[in-house]
């Protein structure tokens, strides 16, 4: 019989690693069933939504095993599933820290394909597509035009636009709260979205590099409490 205290907090963490995981299902099953509404914010940053949901999924049903097989491995005292469990709970550790390095050396080439990503896509405007609607939404929220400005719009193969007819989203709404008639150059916001979005990425750069520690110390103290449980278990047994 192993105690009871470490015993209740291995529990207490695999439950946590349990919601994590089904928040991650969670997340992908939404990204699924509501394509329409967050299929224009992945398109502009050239992102597949079927891909995007597909990882979330898979990540959440693996998390919510890792999770299970801990719970049944304390319930049962089965070492084995421990083990288990450690051993991928390491395996995770290391793929954080080494994809934390990579995007962090190649943070330069990641901006850069983002900004690829957005021209593609703004090739694309052409007031149907989900493209279309994604820009639409990105520009009235960051309040930018185009991808470095609004001349991007005169750049593109549609005839429809030019410096002197761009599309609505690029200018503020009026002081009622409807679209401007005509959008052109001389109402147009003067940040490009590429720039906004940089800048709301970097608003969040502490929170993600807060979250990203605190899983790494959580995933440590896990995989530590785990090899003492098991090692805990291993004393009890030869007693």
């Known amino acids: 019989m192993s105690s009871p205290c470490m015993k209740g907090s291995l529990l207490a963490m695999n439950l946590i690693v349990l919601i994590f995981g089904v928040a991650l299902l969670g997340l992908g099953i939404f990204i699924e069933v509501e394509r329409n509404h967050v299929a224009p914010y992945l398109a502009v940053a050239g992102v597949s939504r079927l891909a995007f949901g597909g990882v979330l999924i898979a990540d959440g049903v693996f998390v919510i095993a890792i999770g299970i097989i801990g719970c049944v491995g304390i319930m049962q005292e089965k070492r084995g599933c421990l083990v288990f469990q450690a051993t991928f709970l390491t395996i995770i550790f290391l793929i ?18 983002i900004k690829n990503g957005m021209e593609n896509s703004l090739e694309k405007y052409n007031g149907s597509s989900a493209d279309t609607k994604g820009w639409d939404n990105v520009q009235r929220q960051l309040r ?35 679209a401007v008639v005509t959008c052109t150059s001389a109402n147009a916001f003067g940040e490009g979205c590429y720039q906004g979005t940089l800048d709301h990425l970097t608003k969040n750069w502490y929170t993600w590099g807060g979250a990203a520690i605190g899983i790494s110390v959580g995933l440590l103290f896990s995989i530590g409490m785990t090899l003492c449980y098991c090692r805990q278990m291993n004393r009890y047994q030869a007693v």
């Open 96 to 113: 954080l820290i080494v994809a934390s390095g990579v995007l962090y050396g190649y943070r330069h080439k990641l901006t850069k394909s």
């Open 144 to 178: 930018c035009c185009g991808v470095v400005n609004y001349t991007d719009y005169s750049d593109l193969a549609i005839p429809a636009w030019t410096v002197n007819m761009l599309p609505g989203s690029c200018c503020p709404k009026s002081s009622n709260d409807t």
